[in-house]
């Protein structure tokens, strides 16, 4: 049986609720932030806004330069988090397996449902239309064999439109593109392909092995299969309930707590990195601790709020460990596993918080220097001073 994925994009998520809440914005350009002081950046914008040159992670400043008359609309998570269940209520009437990354991005494994809803192209227009009849969100939808392809197709008809691909065009459909529309070119690997004299998604996808690792290193490979359409990730569903594991199995039992500590940070490293891969956040970390003499203990702390970047995590987990590790014998084994995990909503060119914009473009950088040359390419001092490597 053939898969059958649809894309759901509403652009500009927080910013079309706004307008929800609010029907007199719709007659003007408006853009979220989360102040009005010199520092403040836009979080999202209205379509008139985005026209007027506005973009997200802009300074307010700047934007309010740009369009004289905006509108500045403060985030309103609780209706962001209420129109996220009604479309989650939508899409489950579709979609025996479904995956709400957040920020209006949605995929739908609706293979094998031909009998109830038709096509892949009618059951996706089907959803797209109901959705925008019952809740009043327009947006780019696509039907595909595959994530990836679903999400190039949205990408180009953004912000509004519908595109069907057929099972076997995948990579003819790809071709021609923009190869800023392939998941995974993020500024680092532009610049590279810029160099290269690269535009489409089709130059790569003619690349040899050798070459695409050469050009794009250890990601190089995956991103060829991407530019060739090839893609069999599954529409996570359920993803709140999984959770990332990370281990260090020390060599020799340790009880220096500065190798410890550059334990607990290259399990973080790794296992954050994992984390915000597939755009989620943890709500909760756990530490299991093996001793030397056999005896284990485990500690876990809860976070109020989604926990994503790599400074927040070791941050708990620390505390976590400063908990737990109440005795003095040596250490066999640590264990990390971040749980309660949710869509985070999480795009490397958008900051979440005003006041952790540098921080945010800080892990961005550090996230696209993993994809490309691996997790041990940048680590944190404590890391490389004791082993020289992550685990």
């Known amino acids: 049986m053939e898969r059958a994925i649809a894309h759901l994009n509403i652009v500009g998520f927080r910013a079309a609720v706004a307008a929800l809440e609010d029907k007199r914005l719709l007659d003007r350009p408006y853009a979220i932030a989360g102040g009005k002081g010199g520092r403040a950046v836009v979080w999202d914008v209205s379509r008139a806004a985005l026209e007027g040159g506005v973009k997200p992670g802009m300074a307010l400043a700047a934007a309010e330069r740009l369009v004289r008359d905006l509108a500045v609309v403060p985030p309103n998570p609780a209706a962001c988090q209420k129109v996220n269940g009604l479309l989650e ?102 610049r590279t392909a810029a160099v290269a004299g690269f535009r489409e998604i089709g130059e790569l996808a003619a690349l040899s092995k050798g070459e695409a690792v050469s050009l794009f290193g250890k990601r190089g490979l995956l991103l060829r299969d991407y530019a060739l359409g090839i893609d069999d990730s599954p529409v996570e569903g359920g993803s709140g309930k999984r959770r990332i594991k990370q281990k260090a199995d020390f060599p020799e039992n340790v009880i220096d707590e500065e190798i410890i500590r550059g334990a607990l940070a290259s399990l973080v490293e790794n296992g954050g990195l994992q984390m915000r891969r597939d755009k989620l956040g943890a709500r909760a970390v756990c530490l299991a601790l093996v001793y030397s003499d056999g005896v284990a203990l485990s500690g876990r702390e809860r976070s109020k709020r989604l926990l994503v970047l790599e400074k927040d995590i070791l941050a708990a987990v620390e505390r976590v460990y400063r908990k737990t590790a109440d005795r003095r014998v040596r250490i066999s084994s640590i264990c990390l596993s971040l749980e309660d995990l949710s869509p985070s909503g999480y795009e490397a060119d958008l900051f979440s918080f005003e006041n952790e914009a540098k921080e945010w473009r800080l892990q961005r950088a550090i996230d696209l220097i993993h994809d490309r040359y691996g997790n041990g390419a940048v680590t944190r001092g404590i890391v490389f001073r004791n082993y020289g490597f992550g685990f």
């Not at 957040?102 to 038709?118: A, E, H, R, S, V």
């Not at 999400?151 to 076997?168: E, Y």
């Open 89 to 190: 209520t939508v899409i489950a009437r579709y979609a025996p397996v479904w995956q709400n990354d957040g920020g209006g991005n949605l995929y739908l494994d609706i293979t094998g449902t031909k009998k109830l809803f038709g096509p892949p192209a009618d059951c996706t227009w089907r959803v797209s239309k109901e959705i925008s009849g019952v809740i009043g969100l327009e947006m780019a939808a696509a039907a595909a064999a595959n994530k990836l392809t679903c999400k190039v197709a949205s990408r180009v008809i953004r912000p509004v439109g519908f595109l069907d691909i057929n099972p076997g065009d995948e990579a003819a459909f790809l071709a021609n593109k923009k190869l800023a529309f392939l998941p995974g070119m993020g500024p680092l690997l532009m």
